[in-house]
Each structure stands twice: as structure tokens, then as C-alpha cells.
């Protein structure tokens, strides 16, 4: 198995999802823990000389005026554990808390929380160990995921149940089985543990996976549709793309041609419109607008990452702490805000793109799709309402969340950024839009085999195939709701892309 | 048990909740049942004179412009189910599907949807027999809720399974088991068992009580703060609410002031501000503005409940059948819009009140209402976060959604009320607000506790009294995600409204 | 000219009309200006007996702890009017300014104002004499509308411009030209002034009757395309409508029923669709639904028109003042936001008509309805991105408002209703919508010349032939944001209406 | 005067201000002229050889299967513009309408658009001799903003009214004036001039300049009042903004520094809270944010100025014609949409900080900064609502309009980006924000002047002296509309920023 080391700096997407998804071992830089030491020994200095440091010999949030006694240290820390367990329902999966852990462990590792080295390789240790806290997942506002940190920390303090080996468990018979003690807190140890924006960390880098698989997805569909339809690939031309000079686009324009390679739609226009529907020729566009919102958050996402967010920000070489903002999530809310209103427009592309599917007048293909011209079989008609139903529903989480908030904690916290909740919204958008393609793709494989015997291309010939052993042939009307589940699956377990062998994301769930 | 006898024009709120939750029996009134059957001879007379009808002799959506021929009756109307099943989890309660049948069953009833007396019939048997489709909730555009109607109607035929002596079953054992058989369908069956927007109705039904109830526990938790924050009642008194003359809150006051009747409040205005923040002195106006939205919402489903929203429209006493378009229930969807965002008044009241209830300035008590003044115990402060967050959804919620649609079935069906996302919406607002309205009790409750021996209201001091048997009093920092819980479970189960002995709406789950 | 008694308790729309748009007089009821002066003299008591009141002998918002001294009240009071001076453009217009007048001068002589007679007869001077106060129209989140109220007020005190016999004009000059003098105010006179929703009242009663307005020319250029198309009626019969029990949408349908009489489309179903698109078949209903918005709102209009919304309030008959917040409009702005979305469903139903006739599969009419089937002459092809874009513009501007707002004035004013802002939207929406319909004129009236000689109906034949003396037929391809302008002025000015010799409301400005 | 040589590859945002509001002359390139032609060559080729192409040979939209004859090309090209002349107002300013014109010849350069050099040339012209299309602004659904380049089109064949000279004048007679004639066109030449989202692409431009300026506006005044405040700057420590690692966050903070060089702040913390209120430590890294966005635009804006978004696209180099949508300016929208949120967290944070400078827990100040001590002087209390209530409707102006769109032209036009709505509503959040940026202005004025004779900043010195020439000490109460409007202006104008000799934006209107 993959060892991971971690040192807050170097860390990849590549990585969290070889921990979170198949069990690598972390280890701890031995670099970074000695940074980690020295920063906190800058805060004992601090305690020692009565300079007040925020959440360290002083309170937090309108406390901040608040001493907090040297004999208290333990107590306190716990106590502010405990205030800030908050959560409510529903759950983290595992595989958020784990990519939570280890999110916060690396930005710590950075050098400027000052948290103890029993901290840290308790997390290590979580991770390793698969012990795994029982969190709810919603309360943060996005200015540092307090309550969902603080519930993990709970777990090491032993008051707060795990899922262990399956089971949920008291987590001191967890780490006791392990051989772990619950641990005694340090000063700014609480504030360390809970002031983190990982929660909003973790689930933008599990949702930039899934968009990606999604993206490919469309693509794919798309260009199995494109053989229903026998429609146009000219908008796709390098010389064409490169005139308009946006890459993404030329990306996956590119990865349809390439998807397409072997197509009889390279075969000449014959019987093809002067040009196609917008949402046919436009598909490549507007799944490049998507790609690039991809990686734009995947850029903020990674200097996230491999730096601090932390307040205060202890500067281990310089020995002093600042009061800093460095939990100001905004750039990646904003981009999580804009992602959801991208995905939208693949939402909206492909319902046009079904709707034009069961038209005659753009087909030449029965009306709905019906094997027998309608005689007595209706086909894929009232499925219309469902796909749009769903678009629907994407439209209003696509309204943003950012700016509304409320001034807290005595006024004072006066700005949020719900990362959290963007980030929801995102992952449920992405979840109808597995719908939405499921059902593309039914009406795109109904369209192929209607149209009759012409060869697909290399990519979309073997997802085509791979697809008819799921979901065969419509040749009479039957319970839809189970083609539409079957092909929702298709479209999340990334079956088609795998057997089409021309994927770009790397599935490996 | 009770009996309901359904005719199609008498349906109360009541009723439904006497056969949905508690089992009330239904039968059939054999007026309507002959009203019923002249229907269904009109639409025979029809198909025999050859005079095309929609959905009848003719196909449904763009295969209007299709004969469907007398033979293919049982087969059309079977295919006509199948193609309309449709739905995407997730899966609809047992209590949901129970009044989406119930509904079905009455406003074809009124007369004008030609359903035989076998499928009239089986509806009854499933309600009484507690046979319950499986049915996924999502697909509906709200122009009549096809898709989860033809579910329905699936289990009915023999095709999809339902919930029988709490197993899932094969449709065609469970009515085996009670000695019934898959049913055989005439011309305009299927459409008549899909054409209703019976489940938007069953939802708003489901819906309105819990508004209520959520209203009622927003007024006592209200009072029991005012009693913690020694506030003004001024506002309440009748005098000055009829200078205002705006009947539900008047209304909303006076119940008010009949829950505190007793209180020390009324001891006269000692240590009071001259006047309370808006959020204390307001309240009653912005639940008396909820209340007159469901009351508004109410009217608008009880003429829906008892009138028929059938197309074709079948007029038995006129002996024809017309196009119609009463199944267009924007009147309702627009209600539920309007009420989405007056629930996000009593969200945002009760969260400024919270703040008010932790700020010193205010209460004269200590900051985040600390037992020890803050010494060692925190209290409630980053508790501020966790419900201001629920808020935030709950706004994001509240946009509207009745006007995103598309024209779908060859462009013709170009208007959609989405009444059925507009509601999914509202059950998920009221479910956030009784998290809200749970941390207002706890903090309500926590400044009763700290300001002493004060007597509380008649209702409030009963009130209060059963709460601390759920969730006692914070003397020290805990895990507070567990008081939230409780507390929550407080409101949903209307445990103090029933304590306090005064309220409104009768919760009687 | 008309003369308006006005008492506190029975003004009317109408009246309103008559005073903004006709000039009547207004007079004040002797009795009405009794209580007036009675509750006056209770203020003067409780002054002189040292007892605080809100805004009286303590300040407002925040300020409310401090004390007011009898020596400083004209002072205090102009302070106040002039702190409150904070309105940024654009500009009211006179006719709101004048509503605005009116309302507060209305509500204020219900009696618990506490106004002295020299302003509540200052507000009727100004409105008998016209003079007219400038004052921008943003500034209010809808809990009293306080800037523009204030600024009225400095009008009256001489300390900011009017319009005046059509010149802005300084208001002493003004006044002294009709012989008034600047007034002193007493207690409460500052508040009194500013402390009401007259603003949010004004703009809901003159959008009403805009309202109106548009859903009837929506009505009846929906029966010119209904003509254009040769299309159903079957769906306006009254045995149908009244099978669905919907007041309001039987009403539009009768209206409809009652434009169309003499029309062709009543002498058989000959060439017709079994059903027409549901935008033309649903009109009356989304109308209806409409109609029934702007009836909720009329009713809570009035009651807010002929009561107090005065804080604190003054009970002169029994003698003392109380704590209120009768100034809470939220039942108004939950109308208003409700109708907002309403209105889009117009919007929509007209665009999709639009797009039918366009279309010649659903008209059996060229493309575009170009007058030589297309060959030189291209008609309406692109005009569909203009009403679409106003459509989309109409889309945003529905988005809720209400409760996006802040904890102001030492956090104390935490709740807000932004009626004024919904109502902007409002006025917005209307105004597109204009153009929409303008553009759906273009359209029916079109299709009507190209069906050929068929018989209109008794209105819609008159207002057809009134439609061509603006905009006459497209013979060859023009300037077509001409007609678009053409078209927009005779839906604005209700000139086809009034040609049409039908219309419900009764349009008079 | 400036010359500006245009090639279609290298224009950049300064040359385009130059153009606009300097009256930089604009010459074409000879090579790029080349290109244009030899593109119109293979036009001409395809015509001869009668092989189908879009919008040339063949009609648009809907219409691209319908022929164009030869001998009609001038009145096809004409008739496609008077029935693309579809706006409705308000109009476009001449700024915008300059830029319109030399985006869209700086496009057709690129190559791909096959205009003829009569009409290129006469967008040069045009320019040069300030002749400007008088073209309402509104139409476009962000697909080519096809009617407002229709109508600058019309201008160009004399048939839609310019401005020249100052006045309203038929653009006949002034090209007359000039020397030109009305032009006649060639195949392709109406497409080639409509079919450009060069309406989207002026607005970003303008709308770039101005955010740069409001964002140096918005670090500006929060300088000031950061010395009203008497606030922390450790946050906008160098090491500590490393620590997160965001670059442009970094950039604000160390203009922020830059512009208080030499201020009493740097002096020590005494007297300081242990951090400020978010919205005080946050301000660097909201600027930060929205200046990312702001440069994310700029990139795709450049990107776009510089290539081609015609279609069909004209390869001159390949001699072939090719169906593109290089006119999908989706990745150009969804910044705008993005903009759009993060100006609205500028928003937030200015109003949030207003709020605390008028509250004496955070300032030590009087309450409302009132000069004596809220004795007689209110000072600024009400304004609170003032500038929340703009702040509500930028809020409402951020919701998302990009996926609200309908299937235009015989369904085929199926997709949109509303980029021209969402710069729209760009432009209003931007006025709005100097309306709020003016308050906080007032405020935090005011409050330095109140803290007394402290050392102000080498930049924050300046800006507040030139400051307080506009806006004398508020004293009195005085007619607070006067002040609003009159920093507003200073906000607009940049005189401050100019003043302050510190900004890195370059104001030069």
C-alpha cells in the first residue's frame, strides 16, 4: 500500500483520494513536526511573558477580552471542544471525515497552528488506524468549519463515538484497542483543532473529482448522441476552435474527436442539417466553460492545501503570533458559486439535447423514439417531465449562498462565506445531473440503434456495447424508472468511461 | 375507528389526517359512484361514435394526433402506465402515498375523469387494506403528477411493488392475499389514474399541519424567551393590534398573551427598555403573517380537494367530454412560493432573538447566557453559527421555482407550476426551522433559569417545566449537539405545546 | 372637480386615482381631526407627567434611552427630519409623491399618530395646492418608510426643494406664494412624519391598477392570437371552469369568452387541434392566478390604507400611548413578493404563445409569419431574443427580497420587509411585460391578416382594427423596434382596450 | 492624439479606453485587411460553386434551410438587418457604442468573419469621425448580441439615426457630411455584422475599469476608517498573508500598507482590541477575492478581443467555410455571474463596517459619531437603513441569470449565456457600491475626526483632506441626502484616489 508523507506543502488530489478512497498510510515529515514544535513553543513563550494571544491565554470570538488560566489550559480547551460541538444531521460519509483529517493535519503541518505533536499524530493515527469519528454534517457558516472539527476532536478526547471497524463505537474503547489514550489539551490546541476551513477543504476536493468523471461523462454521451442524431462534427475542427482561442474548448472538443475516431460521422454530410441544434454543436463549449471552472477551483483548492489557515498565525522563524484572517475561504466559495451556475448550463444541454432526440423533424428517427413509429408502443415521451424536473431543481441550488449571513458572536463575526453550503449544493446538482445523463443517454443509444447499422466510433462504440448489456433495446413500453436507475448508475460507477477506454479522468473508486 | 365516506365534493384537512395517519376507513358514495359510471358511459359513447377524444381514442402529449384503437384498450392504457413510471428516489413516505391515493380517489369522484368503478374501487381497497406503492417522489413538472400516479397506478396492474404488512411485496401477492386481481383497464383508465396533481395536494395537506403546529410551537417558544429576556407586551395588547386591523396577527397576539397569561411580565415595567429589539416586538406580527399565508394556502387546497382537475373533463350531466385545463394548479404553487419566504421570517426572527438572548446588553445576564458569568463555562456562542447556517439554506430555499420550466411533448406542454419542488422545499424549511426554533428554546429557557424565581405564564411554566425534563439546565460546558437534538425532537413532537395545554393546531401524530 | 373627505377609515383605490392622477380635492373629516387633537393632548400629558415615550421625550432606534427636553422639541424634531433627510435617485415621481401624501395624511387621521393639526393640514394644503416635494426614492428597508417620509417633511419646514407650478422650486418660496409658513413642530411631530409605510403603500396602490390593466390587455391580445391561431375555446366554457371551482380564473375566462363573442372560432372545430398548446389553452387560468394575487394584495392594501401603522401608538380614547409595531408591512411585502412571481407567469405564457405562432406547424402559417411564406421578406425570426431577454430580465427581478436584511441601530432594528424594493421590482416587471405583450400584438395581429377574412369577435375585431391604424401589417421586412415601440405604447396607454369597448378595469389616466 | 492600429490580435483593454474616452484615432492593418479579403474571396468561391453556407447562400436560424439567390445578397443583407433591429431602451451610451464598434472591427480582423472592406472600413469611420448609432441597449440573449449590432448596422446602410455633432441626426445626412454614402452589401455581410457578442464584450471592458477603480476606492476608504477605528493591521503583515498564500490577497494587504505608511496605526496596539470585527481584519482578502475575479475576467476578455466569434467561420488560410459556435461567450458570462457575488461581499463587508463605526463597543466613539455626544446632534443613525437597503438590492442583483433561456427559432437556438443582462446588473451593483463605499466614507471621516489629532497615513493624509473640502464635519444635524450624493460623486469621479496618490488602478475619464 501507498505511503503518503505529509509535510504542508506538497500535498496533492492525487494523493487525498489514495488515502480516502484506498486506505494509504500517512506519515509526518519529520521536518514539518519540528516546525510544528518550535511554534509551539513561540505560544508557551507567549503564555509565559502574559502576552495576550487569541484563543490561547485568551478567550475567542467576543471573548477574546476573556483571560484563560495557565491551570485551566486542559479544561478550557476541552470546554471549547465541547460548546463547539454543534453539528446537526445528516452525516459526513466516511470518506469526508477522512479526507477532513487529513486536510487539516497537512495545513497544520504548514507550521503556523501550533498544535501539539500529540495532536498531530493523533490524526495520523485516526487516518491509519481507520478510526473514524461519527459526525453530522452541517453547521459551519465557512469562516473555518468549527463544529464539524471540533466533534472530530471530541473523538480524541474520547467523547465522542467513531465508526471503528464498521461499528459505531465509543471512541476510548477504539483508541483503547489501539493502544491510544485520550489525549490532555495544550494551550490553543482547541482553537487549532476546530479553526480550519477542512470540512469545505475535503468536499471541494471530493467534488472536483466527481465533476471531472462527470464532464467526461457528458462528453461521452454526447458524442453517442451526435451518432443518434447524425449530426455535424465540424464545430469540433481544430482550425475552428483554435480561432476562437479558449483552451478548454479545444480540450474537449478534442476529446470528442478522439472519442468519435472511427465514427461514419467523418464520413461526409450527407443527409445532415446545415447545422445542428445549438445544444449538439455547442456541447463541447459549454463543457469547457465547466473544465475550466474545474480548474480554477482546483488551483485555489491546492494552495489551499499546502498552506495556512489559521488564526492566530503563529510564525515559528520569526517567534511571534499575529492576529491573521487566514481562514477567509471567499476565493474558493466563489468559485464553488460559479462551478454550480456552469454545471447548470451541462443541465441544461442535455435536456435540449433529449428533447431534440425525440423530435422527428431533427431525427428523422420516430417520434419518441418508438421502435414501432408509435403504433403501439409510446417510447420516451412523459420522461420528459422527469429530466427537466431535475433541471429544475439544479436551477434553484444554483442561486447563490455566499453573502447571507449574519453579524455574530457579539457582532464581531461579521463575514462568511458558506462554503459548506455551496459545496452541498454542488454535489447534489451533480448527482441529478447523473440522472439527467442517464437519460441522455437513453434516448442517445435508442437513437443509434433506430438509426440502424452504422459504425460508431472507437470510444463511443465500445461504451455503446458496454451500455446494452445494462440497459438493452426499448422495444416495447416497460417500467422506465428502472432504465433510468440502471443508466444513473452507469453514469456514476463510470462504467461506459471505462469501457470506452478514452477517458481523461481516471476513475477508481 | 372512524369512517370517511368520499363524494368528491366534502373532503376535509381533518379527514385526510384521519385516514392517512391513523387508519380511518374509507368507503365510497354510491351517488358519486353513479355519477361516475354515467362518466365513464359518456366516454364509451364517445369511442363509439368515433368522435376523437384526448388520452381516450387518442394518444396523450403530441400523440394527440393518434387513434388509439377499441382493441388496444387494455394494452394502450397498460403502456400508457408503464411509460409514465418514471419517478427518481428518493422514495415517498408511507403517509404521502397514502394521501396522493386518498386525493385521487375523491377528485375523481366530483365526476368529470371517467374512471371505471373497478379502479375507484381498488384505490379504496388499497387505503383500507394498507396496501402501499413504492413509489420514488421525484419527476413531477406540476401539471398533474404523472409519473408518481402511474407508480400507483403500476401496483394496481400488477407491476410495481408496495409495502404490504410492513415488507416490500410483489403487488401481485399482496392483492392475492386479500383476494383481488390485477386489474384490467378501459379507454381513459390510464390517463385518468395519471392526470392529477394529487400528490402536489397530498403534500400541501401533509405540509399545512406542520406549519401549524411549527407556528404554535414559534409562538410558545417566543413567550418562554420574552419571559428570559423580561420583555415588553405591550405590542400584544388587543387595542393596539386593532389599530393595526390586520386579523392574524391579531390573532397570533392574543394566543400570545394567553400563553403568558399570569407571567410575571404583566407585573408591571421595572428594569424593561423602553422598547424590545424588532425580532421580540415583531413576532407575533411575522407569525401572524405565516399564519395568514396558510390560511390562504389552505383556502386554495380545499377548493382543489373537492373539485376535479381532469383533462379531458368529463361533463356527465351535459353528456360530453371537453378540453380542459384544470389541472394548471399555479393558484397553489404560488401560495407555497409565498409561503417559503414568510417561513423565512419566523427563521430570520427567531435567529435575531438567539442573539439578543446571548448579548448581556439586552438581557442584563451573562454573555452567551454562561452560568458562571463566564469564569470556566462558555456557554452558548459558536451555537450562533449552527443556526445561522440553517438560515442560510432556508433562504436558499425559499427562491422561487414555479417558472423554470421547459416546452416538452413536441413543444407543446410550455407551462409548468412545479408545484411538487416548491412544496419538497417548504418540508425542508420547516424541518431546518425546527432545529432554529429548538436552539431559540434552549437559550429561551437557559435566561429563564439564570434570572431566577420568576413566575412564569399559565402555559410557558408548563412548558418550561416538561423541557427541562428533556434537556436540563447548562451549568457546565457539554457536547451541546446532543441538547440541539433533543430539542429539535421537542418541537417536531409538539411534547410542550401539548405540556403547555394551550394550543391551536391539534398535533395528534 | 371631485372632493375627497378624508377620515381615516374610507379611503378608497378609486379616491387615491382621483387625487394622484385627476387632481381631486382633499378635505378632512371635523371628526377625524378631533381625535386628531386628542391624541396630541395625550402626548402633551404624558410629557408633562415625565413619562418616557419613544420618540416623544426619548429619542428613536438606538436613542431610545435618551432623553428629549421640552425646550429643544421643535428642534429635536426638525434634527430628526433633517437626519433622516438619506434618500438616493432616482427620483419619485409626482404622482408617487402625491400618493405618498395622501396615504400618510389618511393613515395619520385614523388617531394614533399623534400629528399636530398645522402638519396633518400642511399635507393637504400641499396636495390642493401642488406643490410637490423632490425626494429620491431608495433609502427604505420597509419598516417605515422613515427618508422619503422625512424629506416630505423638510418640504414642509422649508429646508427642501418642490416642484411647483411645474419649476423645482425652493418650498419657502413656495409656501410663502400660497401664504403658508414654515412650521414649528412639537413632540412626536418628527416622528409622526416619518414613522409610516406610506411610500410601500403608495407604490402597491398605484402598481394595482397597472396590474389590472396588463392582465387585461394580456386577455384580450391572447383572444387575438387565439383568433390568429384558430385556435380551442372549449377550455373557457363555463361548465369547465367551474368543474376546476377557481373564482378568479372563471372570471378571465368569462372575460375571454365575453372579447371573443360574434368570433369565427365559435363555429366549429374544423382544422383545429385537439388541443392547443397549453400556454393558449392556460391563459385564462395563469391570468386567473394572477387576478387572484392582485386581489390578496388589494384586500391587505386596504386595510393598511384606513388604519394606524404608527409606533408608538397613540390610544387617544384611552388615554395613553403603547409600544407597537403596527408599522410591520410584512403581510403587504409577502403579496407583493408573491405577485412578482406571479407576474412571470404571464411572462412565460406569452413568450411560448409567441413562439407558436411563429411556427407553422401549430398555425399552418409561414415561418415567422412572413408575408410571402419567406421567399424575400423574413418577418419575425430574431425578435424572439428580444422578449425572451425581457423575459429573462423579468426571471431575476422575481427573485425574493424581503428577507435579505441587517440587525440595525445598535442591532435593535433586526427584522425588515423591503416592501419598497419588491415594489420596484414590481413596477419593472409590469414594464417589461409591456413590451412582451406589445410584442405578442405583433404576432396575433399578423396571424390574423395572414388566416385571411375571418370574422374577429365583437372586442377583439375592434381592437384589431384600432391595432393597424398604429402598426399596420408586415408586408416587407422593416425597422422592427419601431413597431416594438408602437406596440408597447398602445398596450401601455390601454388604447387597444378602450377601442375594444370590453375592458374590466377602467383605465383613466 | 493617439493612434491605435488594429489587426485583430493584439488590442488590448488601454487601448480600448483610448479609443473610448479619449478619442484615439483608430487605423486597420494592411495585413489584417488582407486576410478579411481573401476571407470574402472564399466566400464568393462558395457561392459560385453553389455549396450550401449559413447565413450566406442560405438564410439563418430556422431559415438555413432556404436559399438566398444571388441577385438578392443586398436586399437579403438588408432585410436581415431591419428585421434583427429589435431593441428596446434605455440606450446605449456613446461610450458603449464606441466600443461595440471597435471590438467588432477588431474581431472581424481576427479573419474568420468575411465582411467586405467597405464595411470595415466604415466601422473605422464611423469612429474616427464620431458618428454614433443612436441603438437601445436591451435584446440580446447573449448568444451575438445580434440586434444592437443590427441596428449600428442600419446606421452604416442610412437607415437609423446617429448622434454627430452633438445631436440626433439621420445617419444619412451625416455621412453625407463626411463624405460617405450609404453602403451596399455583399454575401454574408448582414451576419458578419450582427453576429458578434461584441455588445458583452464592450461592457466587460468598460465594466473592468470601473471595479479596478471601486476596488482602490473600497481599500481606500477602508484605510481611513481603519484609523477612525484605531484598528489592528497585523493581518496585513506580509508574513502572514504569505502564510495563506493567495496572491491577489496579498496585493491588497500591501496596498493597504502602502497606503498608511507613516499612521499612527503602526504605533503600537494600545488601546486596541485584541482583533477587530471580522469585516475590519477581512477587508484585504474580500478586495482580494474580487480582484481575482476581476483578473479571471480580464483574461477570458482578452482572449476574446483577439480571436474570432464568428459563425459561420471563415478559414481564409484553408479556403474553406466551417460551422462553428465560437459565438458561446458562456466562459465570459459565468465570470461576470461570479463578479457579481463577490461584489456583493464588498457589499456586506463596507456596510458591516459602518455599523461598527457607529457603535461606541468598538470605537470608544460616540454612538452615531455624533459630535456632541448625541446631546442635540442624532448624527448618522437612520443612514444605517440607507445603505443596507442598496445593499439588498445588490444583493437581489446577484442572483444568476446566465441558464434562464427558451429554445428560440424553430427550437434550434437552444442555448443562451445572458452575458449583456449579467454585465447589466454589473453595472448597477457598481453604482450601488459608490453609493455604500460614499457612507462608509462619511463615517469613517467623520470618526477620524472625532478620535482627535492622530497621524494619518501618507496616502489615507491626503484623500481625507481632499475629503473634507467636499464634505465639511457634521456638526449639525444637516440634510444628510446633500453629503450622500456629494461622496458618492467623490467615489465616482475618483478624486480621492487621485488626491491620495496612491491608487493602482488609473483613473483618467
Known amino acids: 500500500m501507498e505511503k503518503i508523507v505529509l509535510d504542508g506543502k506538497n500535498l496533492t488530489l492525487d494523493q487525498i483520494y489514495e488515502v480516502v478512497y484506498h486506505g494509504a498510510i500517512v506519515e509526518l515529515s519529520e521536518e514539518a513536526m519540528k516546525r510544528a514544535e518550535k511554534a509551539k513553543q513561540v505560544l508557551y513563550r507567549m503564555v509565559d511573558s502574559e502576552t495576550p494571544v487569541y484563543g490561547t491565554n485568551r478567550g475567542v470570538g467576543w471573548n477574546k477580552d476573556r483571560k484563560v488560566y495557565t491551570e485551566y489550559f486542559d479544561q478550557y480547551n476541552k470546554n471549547l471542544l465541547r460548546s463547539h460541538s454543534l453539528c446537526v444531521p445528516p452525516y459526513c460519509t466516511e470518506e469526508e471525515v477522512r479526507a477532513i483529517m ?111 468523471e462527470l464532464t467526461d461523462n457528458s462528453n461521452l454521451i454526447y458524442c453517442i448522441g451526435l451518432e443518434g442524431l447524425n449530426g455535424q462534427i465540424q464545430q469540433l475542427d481544430g482550425s475552428v476552435t483554435e480561432a476562437k482561442g479558449f483552451p478548454e474548448q479545444t480540450e474537449c472538443a478534442q476529446e470528442c474527436l478522439h472519442m468519435l475516431e472511427g465514427s461514419y460521422l467523418f464520413d461526409g454530410t450527407e443527409g445532415k442539417a446545415l447545422q445542428d441544434p445549438l445544444s449538439f454543436r455547442d456541447s463541447a463549449f459549454i463543457n469547457g466553460a465547466v473544465l475550466e471552472c474545474v480548474k480554477l477551483l482546483e488551483m485555489s483548492l491546492n494552495q489551499h492545501l499546502n498552506h495556512s489557515d489559521d488564526n492566530p498565525c503563529v510564525l515559528p522563524d520569526e517567534e511571534r503570533v499575529s492576529v491573521s484572517c487566514n481562514f477567509e475561504p471567499l476565493n474558493l466559495a466563489l468559485k464553488a458559486e460559479m462551478l454550480n451556475i456552469a454545471l447548470n448550463h451541462i443541465s441544461k444541454g442535455a435536456c435540449h439535447r433529449i428533447l431534440k ?108 456495447e458496454e451500455y446494452r448489456k445494462i440497459v438493452p433495446f426499448l422495444d416495447k413500453d416497460r417500467k422506465l424508472s428502472v432504465d433510468i436507475q440502471a443508466s444513473y448508475e452507469a453514469v456514476k460507477s463510470n462504467k461506459l468511461l471505462k469501457a470506452s477506454g478514452c477517458c481523461n479522468s481516471v476513475p477508481r473508486q
Chains 1, 2, 3, 4 share one sequence.
Do not use: W
Open 102 to 212: 487529513l486536510i487539516r493535519l497537512n495545513t497544520a503541518l504548514y507550521g503556523c497552528a501550533g498544535l501539539s505533536r500529540d495532536v498531530l499524530e493523533r490524526y495520523r493515527d485516526f487516518l491509519n488506524k481507520r478510526i473514524h469519528p461519527l459526525v453530522p454534517r452541517r453547521s459551519s457558516v465557512g469562516e473555518a468549519d468549527l463544529a464539524v472539527n471540533a466533534m472530530i476532536g471530541m473523538s480524541i478526547i474520547g467523547e465522542n463515538d467513531v465508526l471503528y471497524q464498521g461499528q459505531p463505537t465509543d471512541s476510548r474503547k477504539a483508541m483503547e484497542n489501539e493502544g491510544m489514550k485520550p489525549l490532555v489539551l495544550g494551550p490553543k490546541d482547541g482553537l487549532g483543532i476546530v479553526s480550519s476551513n477542512s470540512q469545505a477543504a475535503a468536499m471541494a476536493a471530493l467534488l472536483l473529482r466527481e465533476v471531472k
Open 357 to 464: 432526440l425525440a423530435d422527428p423533424s431533427f431525427t428523422g428517427l420516430p417520434r419518441f423514439l418508438s421502435p414501432d413509429g408509435g403504433k403501439t408502443v409510446i417510447g420516451y415521451s412523459t420522461i420528459q417531465k422527469t429530466f427537466t424536473s431535475l433541471d429544475t431543481e439544479n436551477r434553484a441550488l444554483a442561486n447563490p449562498s455566499s453573502m447571507d449571513f449574519f453579524a455574530l458572536s457579539g457582532y464581531i463575526e461579521d463575514h462568511a462565506s458558506n462554503a459548506v453550503l455551496i459545496l452541498e449544493k454542488s454535489f447534489k446538482i451533480v448527482d441529478n445531473l447523473r440522472y439527467i445523463l442517464g437519460m441522455e443517454l437513453m434516448h442517445a443509444a435508442q437513437a443509434v440503434d433506430l438509426r440502424g447499422n452504422y459504425k460508431l466510433g472507437k470510444c463511443t462504440g465500445k461504451a455503446f
